[in-house]
């Protein structure tokens, strides 16, 4: 008991320096600017000039902790963000910021705030319907990935996307494809003992067998004993090279329609409603 009241003790001076741990006010300010598309965009610029060399350009981390993930921004209330952008944290090495004016401060909250919460929850920038359009066209998004029972399945499944992912997660899997695969879509090559020559990706894999989905959505239950060659690739069957093929406009939109995606909205007025498709 002794020991727990001296570690009480010490916590309340520790959550008083920290405005990250401190309960705060809730301020008629976050109805302004929390989820609102136009002040993340504002709050992301400062952001980059301001916080990314410590937070990364994505708020993934670095010298600074992770934002999107870590326990710098995950749950904390808006007012929290605020205030530690505000006031710095004491004791670490994050300065205060309490020369940037109200405007800028909660922008700048409204961005990293962002970047914690699901991407459904967030109005994200673009224009969903140009996405959708584009999704399902020339993009051929729909070509390997699926849609509420619409679409291939060379991709993971995008049914709950805005839901099951951070902003920053969908624009890492749209610029970046390669740097994350999805578990149970590694892409594969394999050439049989007959000389056919199948690609896809592996569903499921041991010295004796794979399981192989390939472009057609095919599956292929293989005995590795009658394959001449297995070969696991570095890269995605997703296009590399979308930034070439695509604006930044287009593919913000893309982002936009993809965020919308939820298998059911998290509303209590709308229990059996999804989202467009």
């Known amino acids: 008991m002794q020991r727990l009241l001296v570690l009480l003790l010490f916590a309340a001076p520790l959550a008083a320096q920290n405005p990250a741990l401190r309960e705060v006010a809730r301020d008629p300010n976050e109805d302004i600017y929390i989820g609102k598309k136009?002040?993340?965009?504002?709050?992301?610029?400062l952001y980059s000039i301001a916080c990314s060399g410590c937070h990364g350009p994505g708020g993934e981390g670095g010298r600074g902790p992770n934002l999107v993930i870590g326990p710098a921004?995950?749950?904390?209330?808006?007012?929290?963000?605020?205030?530690?952008i505000k006031i710095g944290v004491p004791g670490g090495d994050m300065p205060p910021f309490g020369s940037m004016s109200e405007e800028q401060l909660w922008q700048m909250t409204a961005y990293v705030s962002?970047?914690?919460?699901?991407?459904?929850?967030?109005?994200?920038?673009?224009?969903?319907?140009?996405?959708?359009?584009?999704?399902?066209?020339?993009?051929?998004?729909?070509?390997?990935?699926?849609?509420?029972?619409?679409?291939?399945?060379?991709?993971?499944?995008?049914?709950?996307?805005?839901?099951?992912?951070?902003?920053?997660?969908?624009?890492?899997?749209?610029?970046?494809?390669n740097k994350r695969i999805t578990p149970g879509f590694d892409p594969v090559r394999v050439v049989t003992d007959s000389g056919e020559t199948i690609e896809g990706v592996a569903k499921n894999y041991t010295n004796y067998s794979i399981q192989l989905l390939d472009r057609s959505g095919t599956l292929h239950l293989l005995d590795t004993g009658g394959l001449k060659e297995i070969v696991f690739l570095k890269e995605t069957w997703m296009p590399a090279n979308i930034t070439d093929r695509f604006s930044d406009d287009e593919i913000q939109n893309i982002l936009a329609f993809v965020s919308r995606q939820a298998a059911r909205i998290p509303s209590a007025d709308a229990d059996t409603e999804t989202a467009d498709n």
């Open 38 to 45: 136009e002040h993340i965009a504002a709050g992301e610029q």
């Open 73 to 84: 921004a995950q749950n904390k209330k808006p007012t929290q963000i605020y205030s530690a």
């Open 114 to 177: 962002s970047l914690s919460r699901p991407a459904y929850e967030v109005d994200v920038p673009g224009d969903p319907e140009a996405g959708k359009a584009l999704y399902h066209g020339k993009a051929g998004c729909s070509n390997c990935h699926m849609i509420r029972g619409e679409g291939g399945s060379l991709g993971p499944d995008l049914s709950n996307a805005g839901l099951q992912n951070y902003v920053l997660q969908l624009r890492e899997g749209v610029l970046e494809p």
